[in-house]
């Protein structure tokens, strides 16, 4: 897959320089780590000493200037060799970009610097058992003791716990005018007492594992909370838009992978006579269209990456919110496909450890599920884009 034309060359020449770092590690790596129960470090420092893991932070704090366009190019050349790093949908993109927009110069100083080369993880808090990714169902809350916060819930599939330094969690504080709840955003140390981990058992090859929080009355200095208190969403979809464009490039990613190691396969693979499975439109159409989708997804991942990193008035948020769903759904959707085809394409091999292709298949559901299913997007179009009633 080569780069858009219209891809500005700084683009296309981080596509390149990070193409090469990923082709250097690869799916073997990746494979291997997570076989032998380790981490990917060694990709995760070598990326952030070249710049690649701060590239949407500023720059005086260690970054690269950049915004989520750049961030995202950088998961999806990973992602396409072989070798995703998943902590960066939510350490540099969710977490850096609350903290760089609404935290205190303090908090800037502080965790800035370290998420933008690397040697600080941070992991987001927000689904909830009973909420899931309704955001205004969440039951975590916040109230003031003294000088201090209290924090009391529960959190469910939350990334990278074990190797963050602290969580950013979601949770709700009462509004003292009305008396409603609203969300907030807490920096909560990984050692802070009451803050409890338990791994969760799951059918996903990765790296990164996923947890259960249980955070019983978890007492937070003041400095603890990130940016205004009445901010409320603002705030937390100021990471959840990026958390969508990211997962967009994830699927991009992987999608991408995917048809490469099938069109290698159908290209050398020979059953029959007059040459090998490629040849015929029943094997190379279906891969064909896979790559189109994927093509398709990328321009709408381009353009809800722009329109978030333009920023400024309250109509360019909102397409940016309306692109980020959009793409994310789009590359979802893409790479469900793609990674399909990529398995039937090479049949019984495609289910073979060797190829790997088969757990490409678990973590090609991923996109689809989280960070929001791809029903509440539909919802979300319906409602925001289309003006249709709401069932609910």
Same mark, same amino acid.
């Given at each position: 897959?080569?780069?858009? +034309?219209?891809?500005?060359?700084?683009?296309?020449?981080?596509?390149?320089?990070?193409?090469?770092?990923?082709?250097?590690?690869?799916?073997?790596?990746?494979?291997?780590?997570?076989?032998?129960?380790?981490?990917?470090?060694?990709?995760? @420092?070598?990326?952030? #000493?070249?710049?690649?893991?701060?590239?949407?932070?500023?720059?005086?704090?260690?970054?690269?200037?950049?915004?989520?366009?750049?961030?995202?190019?950088?998961?999806?050349?990973?992602?396409?060799?072989?070798?995703?790093?998943?902590?960066?949908?939510?350490?540099?993109?969710?977490?850096?970009? +609350?903290?760089?927009?609404?935290?205190?110069?303090?908090?800037?100083?502080?965790?800035?610097?370290?998420?933008?080369?690397?040697?600080?993880?941070?992991?987001?808090?927000?689904?909830?058992?009973?909420?899931?990714?309704?955001?205004?169902?969440?039951?975590?809350?916040a109230r003031r003791d003294g000088g201090d916060w209290v924090l009391t819930g529960r959190k469910v599939f939350i990334s990278g716990v074990d190797i963050a330094d602290a969580t950013l969690v979601v949770g709700r504080t009462?509004?003292?005018?009305?008396? #409603?709840?609203?969300?907030?955003?807490?920096?909560?140390?990984?050692?802070?007492?009451?803050?409890?981990?338990?791994?969760?058992?799951?059918?996903?090859?990765?790296?990164?594992?996923?947890?259960?929080?249980?955070?019983?009355?978890?007492?937070?200095?003041?400095?603890?909370?990130?940016?205004?208190?009445?901010?409320?969403?603002?705030?937390?979809?100021?990471?959840?838009?990026?958390?969508?464009?990211?997962? @967009?490039?994830?699927?991009?990613?992987?999608?991408?992978?995917?048809?490469?190691?099938?069109?290698?396969?159908?290209?050398t693979r020979q059953v029959w006579k007059g040459g090998p499975i490629g040849v015929h439109q029943a094997v190379a159409h279906p891969l064909a269209q896979a790559h189109i989708e994927l093509e398709l997804a990328r321009l709408?991942?381009?353009?809800?990456?722009?329109?978030?990193?333009?920023?400024?008035?309250?109509?360019? @948020?909102?397409?940016?919110?309306?692109?980020?769903?959009?793409?994310?759904?789009?590359?979802?959707?893409?790479?469900?496909?793609?990674?399909?085809?990529? +398995?039937?394409?090479?049949?019984?091999?495609?289910?073979?450890?060797?190829?790997?292709?088969?757990?490409?298949?678990?973590?090609?559901? +991923?996109?689809?599920?989280?960070?929001?299913?791809?029903?509440?997007?539909?919802?979300?179009?319906?409602?925001?884009?289309?003006?249709?009633? #709401?069932?609910?």
């Amino acid at each position: 897959m080569t780069s858009a +034309v219209l891809d500005p060359q700084e683009h296309r020449d981080l596509r390149a320089a990070v193409a090469a770092l990923g082709a250097r590690y690869g799916r073997d790596y990746f494979t291997s780590a997570v076989r032998d129960g380790r981490h990917t470090d060694e990709l995760w @420092a070598e990326a952030g #000493k070249a710049g690649y893991l701060g590239v949407n932070l500023p720059e005086e704090y260690g970054g690269g200037g950049g915004g989520i366009a750049e961030l995202a190019i950088v998961l999806e050349e990973l992602g396409a060799a072989g070798s995703p790093l998943l902590m960066l949908v939510v350490s540099p993109a969710i977490c850096g970009t +609350v903290i760089a927009r609404f935290g205190t110069g303090e908090q800037k100083r502080r965790w800035l610097p370290g998420l933008a080369d690397g040697t600080r993880k941070m992991a987001f808090g927000i689904t909830e058992p009973d909420a899931g990714s309704n955001s205004h169902r969440i039951t975590t809350t916040a109230r003031r003791d003294g000088g201090d916060w209290v924090l009391t819930g529960r959190k469910v599939f939350i990334s990278g716990v074990d190797i963050a330094d602290a969580t950013l969690v979601v949770g709700r504080t009462e509004d003292a005018r009305t008396g #409603k709840l609203k969300p907030c955003l807490f920096i909560v140390p990984r050692d802070a007492e009451g803050f409890q981990r338990t791994q969760i058992p799951m059918e996903l090859h990765a790296p990164e594992k996923q947890f259960e929080l249980v955070l019983d009355d978890v007492r937070l200095p003041a400095d603890a909370l990130v940016g205004d208190e009445d901010a409320g969403l603002l705030q937390l979809f100021a990471g959840l838009n990026p958390e969508r464009i990211m997962t @967009a490039a994830f699927a991009l990613g992987l999608g991408r992978q995917a048809v490469a190691q099938a069109v290698e396969y159908a290209r050398t693979r020979q059953v029959w006579k007059g040459g090998p499975i490629g040849v015929h439109q029943a094997v190379a159409h279906p891969l064909a269209q896979a790559h189109i989708e994927l093509e398709l997804a990328r321009l709408m991942t381009q353009k809800a990456a722009a329109l978030y990193d333009a920023g400024g008035a309250d109509e360019l @948020a909102a397409a940016a919110g309306e692109a980020a769903n959009m793409a994310k759904y789009a590359a979802a959707e893409a790479a469900a496909k793609a990674v399909d085809q990529a +398995v039937h394409t090479l049949g019984g091999n495609g289910l073979s450890t060797e190829y790997g292709l088969a757990q490409m298949l678990t973590a090609s559901r +991923v996109a689809r599920i989280a960070p929001v299913s791809r029903e509440m997007i539909l919802n979300y179009v319906s409602h925001q884009t289309l003006g249709l009633p #709401k069932s609910y």
